[in-house]
């Protein structure tokens, strides 16, 4: 192959990393196959396309703050029967609800798995496509007010703004504070109808003026975020519980089935 030293360059100028490793390779085998140059070229494109999804990909996973292995698919929804795999599937694959900004709230005393299913949840959300960003709300609603402070909060709620879901993870532990609850509440209005939030809590609507300045933002706040939202309730027994239970059964077990010393 003659004259084509400076290919490398231009298709590192063009930002087509994975053409640049691969032409050569492939031009070889191409010529050994008697290939058109146009299905040489065809290989190429498909071999790019292909490694920047998977880029994107993790890029995507990365930057979603997710927890580690809190997948769907090691949620064992026979602990919680009053979920509907069904309709869970429906919602880690996002379509209408997230195409139209719509919300998904997950309710239940501590240790139900609330986390575990939104993170699960965004999870096939972002291999489907979507961004999504996992965090702590009352770590979130800091980082707003020093935004504020900073008078960068336009960027910083435009920043977030680039995520077609955002899970805010033990919404009830935010504790009212006039200015940090406004934040919080001005973040839910920007969103409305507009991109998804995902609310994991453990204190029912009725508790909300504890979280709001006052009952009338409650109300606004609850009124927006379950416009045409999906509401979950996870009302089984705390699964960390049950198998720390389980644990010490087993090891009791353990214990009796040893011969005793005499
Ligand atoms: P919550 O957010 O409701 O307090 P978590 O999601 O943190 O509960 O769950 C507590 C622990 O139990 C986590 O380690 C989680 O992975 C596990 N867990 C809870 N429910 C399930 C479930 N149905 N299947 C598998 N693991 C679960
Ligand atoms: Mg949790």
Redesign the pocket.
């Known amino acids: 192959m003659r004259d084509v030293e400076s290919l490398p360059l231009l298709l590192r100028q063009l930002a087509l990393p994975t053409m640049q490793a691969l032409w050569e390779e492939l031009a070889t085998k191409a010529m050994d196959k008697g290939q058109h140059p146009a299905q040489y070229l065809k290989m190429l494109c498909e071999h790019e396309l292909a490694d920047r999804h998977s880029r994107r990909l993790a890029r995507h996973m990365r930057e979603s703050r997710l927890p580690v292995?809190?997948s769907i698919e090691?949620?064992?929804?026979?602990?919680?029967p009053a979920?509907n795999k069904t309709q869970i599937m429906g919602l880690a694959s996002g379509d209408v609800w997230i195409e139209n900004g719509r919300n998904l709230l997950?309710f239940?005393?501590?240790?139900?798995?609330?986390?575990?299913?939104?993170?699960g949840i965004g999870e096939k959300l972002i291999e489907a496509g979507y961004r999504v960003l996992f965090v702590r709300t009352t770590e979130l609603v800091q980082k707003l007010q020093a935004a504020k402070s900073e008078l960068t909060l336009p960027a910083a709620l435009d920043k977030l703004d680039k995520y077609h879901c955002l899970i805010l993870?033990?919404f009830g532990y935010v504790k009212k504070n006039g200015p940090e609850t406004s934040l919080l509440f001005e973040l839910i209005s920007e969103r409305y109808e507009h991109r998804s939030i995902v609310i994991?809590c453990?204190q029912p609507f009725q508790q909300w003026d504890q979280i709001f300045e006052d009952k009338h933002m409650a109300i606004a706040a609850v009124d927006r975020l379950i416009h045409h939202g999906t509401i979950l309730e996870?009302s089984?027994e705390?699964?960390?519980k049950r198998?720390a239970e389980a644990r010490l059964q087993k090891e009791a077990k353990k214990r009796r089935g040893r011969p005793t010393k005499t």
């Open positions: 292995c809190k090691s949620f064992d929804f026979g602990a919680v979920l997950i239940g005393p501590s240790g139900v798995g609330k986390t575990h299913l939104a993170a993870d033990d994991t453990n996870l089984a705390s699964y960390r198998e």
